[in-house]
């Protein structure tokens, strides 16, 4: 069984790509990823969702700056 900071990690390396997924907000719960394009509605989602749910909200292309690259290239490397 995968440690919960494994998955967690391998999903940020999926989905925190501002080229692919910019401006989008991913409920992770279980093994099930649900796609928003409102925090809001995402919020309510992983709120309402029994357990543990994971919100990742990716920032748009114009939104990176070298402190997320930076956050980025660190955790690939580990």
């Known amino acids: ?6 998955l967690i ?3 940020v390396v999926r989905y925190m790509d501002p080229n692919r997924f910019g401006g989008k907000v991913f409920v992770i ?3 099930d990823a649900l796609e928003f394009t409102d ?7 992983a709120l309402s969702m029994p357990g543990i749910s994971i919100i990742i909200a990716v920032p748009k292309r114009d939104e990176v700056d ?4 930076r956050f980025m290239r660190l955790v690939r490397e580990s």
């Not at 925090?39 to 989602?45: Q, Y």
């Not at 070298?66 to 690259?69: G, I, V």
């Open 1 to 6: 069984m995968e440690r919960l900071e494994d």
């Open 9 to 11: 990690k391998g999903y």
């Open 66 to 69: 070298e402190a997320f690259m």
């Open 39 to 45: 925090l809001n509605k995402a919020r309510s989602t």
């Open 29 to 31: 719960h279980g093994k």
